[in-house]
Each structure stands twice: as structure tokens, then as C-alpha cells.
T-cell receptor, first 115, second 109 residues
Framework: DTGVSQDPRHKITKRGQNVTFRCDPI?????LYWYRQTLGQGPEFLTY????????KSRLLSDRFSAERPKGSFSTLEIQRTEQGDSAMYLC?????????????FGPGTRLLVL | GQNIDQPTEMTATEGAIVQINCTYQ??????LFWYQQHAGEAPTFLSY??LDGLEEKGRFSSFLSRSKGYSYLLLKELQMKDSASYLC??????????WGAGTKLIIKP
């Protein structure tokens, strides 16, 4: 296993369109996180899963955002009716629950541009 | 509220030493992480401190003082490839990572 992978790496879309991103975590990691990052800022937490259960969701996550992890392996993040303010890098990270420290390992990110 | 402060940008010379500071105010503390992030890439793990003191890992060292809510990352023998942003993040009482905005480090020859 070579690490966390994300697809696509880049996405350009028009305002109002829906987009879906995929994240494949490191295979033995049961925790999976989604973050959003804009230029000059640190990652902003969106949501996280332990196995297939979505345990936490940021209050910043509007109803247009939804995430799933149906079989506790890969995860998808969907943004409906995209807005220009959604333009950002979307990062996925995974961590093994029982490791100390519980280090999060990041994927390469999906860069979204909404026109 | 929760807050992590670090300088926005620092400049240093190749071969020198630089110290990047981070102060934090969070609801609970379960450890502090430093990540490196090159432009356009994902963050990569550098270090973790949960007890007071200095952790050394090659050219990089990280220090923590829980009573002062303070950490620093020390980079020695700077190389051009060290030009990147350095992110400080604290694991709070809910085991959520709270991130600083990052310090952009510019290395000059």
C-alpha cells in the first residue's frame, strides 16, 4: 500500500453543478477525515468516519455537502449546487485508531475550482 | 474559543538554523503535531509532542511546554528543499486536530 489516494486530483466545474470526490485510505486505517484548505490557511475540518460510521461533522458543513463511507473502506465527498466559495483543496487523511500518536496521513488532495 | 498562533512567514539562509514558534489555546490537550506542506501538496507528518521537553529527529527538533501553551519547531542545517509551510496542530479534548494557519518558510542561498 503506497498511502492515501484521492481522485480526481483537479476538478473544474461551473457554479451550480454537483461534484464528487473519492478517497482511498491506507488499508488498515479505520479512521478517515475530510478537510478543506484554502491558500494561506491550515486545513479546516469537515467530517470524519470511524469505519463506516460518520462520527463528527463540522457545523460549517452546509446541507450541500455530504460524505459517505459505505463499507468502511473508501469514502466519497459530494458537493451539490457548487458555489464559487467552494473553490479550495479538499484533503483526505486516514489514521489507525490504536496507534500512539494517532498520526493522520494525508492524500495528495483534490483541487476544486468553481467558475 | 480555540486558537493556534504561528508567524505567517519567516526567511532564513541555507545552512542556518531557524525556530518556528506556535502558541495555542484549546479545549483540552492530547498532543501537538508539526506537519510540513510544500506548495500545492498535502501535509506530511514531522513530529508529535505530548510531554514537556524536546524531541529530536535528525535535523528537526520539536519542543513543548504545556504550562505555557507553547511549542517550537527547530530546523538545523537548512536546505533549499526545506522551503515549505510548517503547520502546528493540537489534538483537543475531543481528539479533533485544531490547525494553525501555517508558517511559510523561505530559504535563501
Amino acid at each position: 500500500d503506497t498511502g492515501v489516494s484521492q481522485d480526481p486530483r483537479h476538478k473544474i466545474t461551473k457554479r451550480g453543478q454537483n461534484v464528487t470526490f473519492r478517497c482511498d485510505p491506507i488499508s488498515e486505517h479505520n479512521r478517515l477525515y475530510w478537510y478543506r484548505q484554502t491558500l494561506g490557511q491550515g486545513p479546516e475540518f469537515l467530517t470524519y468516519f470511524q469505519n463506516e460510521a460518520q462520527l463528527e461533522k463540522s457545523r460549517l458543513l452546509s446541507d450541500r455537502f455530504s460524505a459517505e463511507r459505505p463499507k468502511g473502506s473508501f469514502s466519497t465527498l459530494e458537493i451539490q449546487r457548487t458555489e464559487q466559495g467552494d473553490s479550495a483543496m479538499y484533503l483526505c487523511a486516514s489514521s489507525p485508531r490504536l496507534e500512539t500518536p494517532e498520526t493522520q496521513y494525508f492524500g495528495p488532495g483534490t483541487r476544486l475550482l468553481v467558475l | 474559543g480555540q486558537n493556534i498562533d504561528q508567524p505567517t512567514e519567516m526567511t532564513a539562509t541555507e545552512g542556518a538554523i531557524v525556530q518556528i514558534n506556535c502558541t495555542y489555546q484549546t479545549s483540552g490537550f492530547n498532543g501537538l503535531f508539526w506537519y510540513q506542506q510544500h506548495a500545492g501538496e498535502a501535509p506530511t507528518f514531522l513530529s508529535y509532542n505530548v510531554l514537556d521537553g524536546l524531541e529530536e529527529k535528525g535535523r528537526f527538533s520539536s519542543f513543548l511546554s504545556r504550562s505555557k501553551g507553547y511549542s517550537y519547531l527547530l530546523l538545523k542545517e537548512l536546505q533549499m528543499k526545506d522551503s515549505a509551510s510548517y503547520l502546528c496542530a493540537v489534538l483537543d479534548s475531543n481528539y479533533q486536530l485544531i490547525w494553525g494557519a501555517g508558517t511559510k518558510l523561505i530559504i535563501k542561498p
